[in-house]
Every structure is written in C-alpha cells, then in structure tokens.
C-alpha cells in the first residue's frame, strides 16, 4: 500500500534519484532511453521499488508495457531464451523496450551469457535494469554494459519519519 509510486517518494537514496529522474526527463524531452542500469545492495535498500517506478514513470501504470522478472525463480538460460528474448526483439511502437530482471545475481553463467547476446543484439531499441544484492554474482559483460548504482543502507531517521507518516495515516496510536 505503501511502496513508492513515483522516484519522489523513494526514501534514502537521494543521489541515486536525482540522476535516475535526469535519464527520465531527457528521455521524455528527446526519446533517448536512458541506459542499462544495475542496481546492487543489501535487501530492503529500494532496489526493487525504484526499478518499478521507473517504468511506472515511463509507461505510467500499464504493467503489459514492460517486463518484470524475478529471475530468482526463473534462473535458467531457457528463461533468457524464451520469453526475454521473444520481448526485446519486438520492437515498440513508441518509446523502447524495458525489462527488469529482479535478484539477477541468481542467474545461472549460462543464462547470464545469454542475456548478454539479447543486450547486445537489440540495445537500440530495448534496455534492461537488473537488481541484485551481489554484484560479484554478475559477470563482468553484463556489468560493463550497465550504469551500476550502489543502494546504501536508510538511515533510522529516515526509517522512522517514514513509519511514523503511515502510522499518522493509518490513524494508529502506538
């Protein structure tokens, strides 16, 4: 209910939105799409939440327009192969293609090489943002192709300010 639904209401990662929301302004000022982006850090730092929004921000809430994968229950090559593959080929009509591989530090070796060929054979027109929490876990190809953001840590400041602004709305005395 609570999860971000736009990069400014994303907690903690100041740095990180500030250049994520620039590639999204130029994207809708010129149709650049903004890179390939890997997003690493501990659990629970906004990985996933920011991957979200930012095709929330480029395709408004229109879950068909982009893939979404957690690709730690879909790890193998035929994954890539198949349904990634088949999506990244297509070219879109308007704007580009987006794929977010959730946990993609999961990915087997093979699979990973794999995905590096789809990077590669249709960068014009489809871009991917991976998260992981081990970034060693991710072959170097994949990494080198990629804008890496590290997630820090949320400070118990913002943690707290945060739950307390819920706790408000929720009208729960605690």
């Not at 000022?29 to 890179?35: A, F, I, S, W």
């Not at 390939?36 to 327009?65: E, N, Q, S, W, Y």
């Not at 190809?141 to 307390?164: L, M, N, T, W």
Request: hydrophobic share 30%; net charge positive.
């Amino acid at each position: 209910k609570y999860r971000p639904k736009s990069l400014e209401q994303v907690i903690g990662q100041e740095t990180i939105i500030k250049v994520i929301q620039s590639y999204i302004d130029r994207y809708k000022v010129t149709g650049e799409p903004p890179p390939h982006m890997l997003f690493t850090g501990r659990p629970g730092t906004g990985k996933t939440t920011v991957a979200k929004v930012i095709g929330r921000a480029c395709f408004g809430d229109g879950r068909g327009l982009y893939m979404d994968k957690n690709t730690s229950d879909e790890r193998g090559i035929d994954v890539i192969r198949g349904p990634v593959k088949e999506y990244a080929k297509s070219k879109p009509l308007d704007g580009f293609n987006y794929i977010f591989l959730d946990e993609s530090d999961n990915l087997t070796k093979d699979a990973q090489a794999a995905l590096r060929r789809v990077m590669e054979d249709y960068a014009k027109w489809t871009r991917f943002v991976f998260s992981c929490n081990y970034v060693s876990k991710v072959i170097e190809p994949i990494r080198s192709r990629c804008a890496i953001f590290r997630f820090g840590d949320v400070s118990k400041y913002s943690i707290e300010s945060h739950i307390d602004s819920i706790v408000g709305k929720e009208g729960i005395n605690c």
